[in-house]
């Protein structure tokens, strides 16, 4: 909105200094060298991408999703927009088994993104080999005061193939007010935290609760703004742009800010997750018609699935 100034960022209700947040650094060599691709996530755990996807293409997913938001009075008129209007008709998502999200979630322009040959490229590329992206994908519409907590992924993921990336995309544009992902500077450093998850047997007990905690656990007993001072770090983040795309690492701290919108626009992202597709692709709780999800209730657990109310 014109003339409107942006509002300070916070994250879980705290204002960042300004010597505490950064911007996150653009990847500059060859998208297309396994090399580079490989560096560039062992270094710094992530590799923010700039114009790799096809933006309109994003933009269609963007239209594609609050349209069926939309079609539940969540978004209003016109829907690319992602304004929130508070109110919702859905039904609640345990009641409809979560079939509601999951359509949502698979939808065929959304898909052609998630799984296209644009993205599947980049991640055969930076596995460094053919690669599979799993089925069950993490559409997030953020409304205003919502956030994601810090966390590390690969507790959710242990047991599964291995090396496994997270590739996070920016469905339109996510300026900083609008609540985008975050990442701890260094962080896939912090043995101490990825030690204490590592020691954690998955094998022996893989429930939700065992997983929450071990990637919740370490990051969340301190406020973010006090873990980035103690440890003389940042919190790093970017204004995304459509065609953008963010791969981290199972071993990089992350979450995301508060969606802060002052004109109440719905922050609009997706994770996918990449394996190798010479491994097994059995793990019930991502791959199959109807996956399970890391808390067993399948797209009806997921934080999307809730109404934007």
């Known amino acids: 909105m014109p003339g409107l100034t942006p509002p300070s960022p916070t994250i879980q209700g705290h204002p960042i200094p300004g010597e505490r947040l950064g911007t996150l650094t653009t990847f500059t060599g060859d998208p297309t060298s396994p090399t580079d691709l490989a560096t560039g996530l062992e ?7 700039r114009d790799v996807l096809d933006a309109d293409l994003v933009r269609a997913a963007r239209l594609e999703v609050f349209r069926q938001l939309a079609s539940m009075g969540e978004i209003a008129d016109p829907p690319s927009d992602g304004i929130a209007t508070g109110t919702s008709r859905r039904m609640d998502p345990f009641e409809d088994e979560g079939l509601f999200w999951q359509k949502v979630s698979e939808g065929p322009v959304l898909r052609r993104l998630t799984h296209g040959m644009e993205i599947q490229t980049i991640m055969d590329t930076a596995l460094g080999e053919p690669s599979r992206g799993f089925d069950l ?3 997030r519409p953020t409304a205003v005061g919502k956030a994601t907590s810090l966390h590390y992924d690969y507790p959710f993921f242990a047991g599964s193939a291995q090396p496994m990336i997270n590739a996070w995309i920016p469905i339109g544009s996510i300026p900083i007010e609008d609540g985008p992902l975050v990442i701890v500077e260094n962080s896939n450093r912090f043995s101490d935290l990825i030690d204490e998850f590592l020691d954690v047997d998955y094998t022996a007990d893989r429930s939700n609760d065992v997983v929450q905690a071990a990637a919740y656990g370490g990051a969340s007993d301190t406020n973010p703004i006090q873990l980035v ?8 983040t970017a204004n995304f742009q459509p065609g953008d795309l963010l791969l981290l690492s199972m071993f990089t701290l992350h979450g995301s800010l508060d969606n802060i919108s002052p004109i109440g626009r719905v922050r ?3 994770d996918v997750r990449f394996q190798p597709a010479a491994q097994p692709a059995d793990d019930e709780r991502y791959f199959g018609e109807y996956p399970k999800g890391s808390k067993g209730g399948g797209y009806g657990d997921m934080r999307g699935a809730q109404p934007l109310t």
Do not use: A, H, P, V
């Not at 001072?229 to 790093?236: F, K, V």
């Open 229 to 236: 001072t103690d440890r003389d770090t940042r919190l790093l």
């Open 137 to 139: 994908i993490y559409l």
């Open 43 to 49: 270094e710094d755990g992530y590799l923010f991408m």
């Open 268 to 270: 609009l992202s997706c």
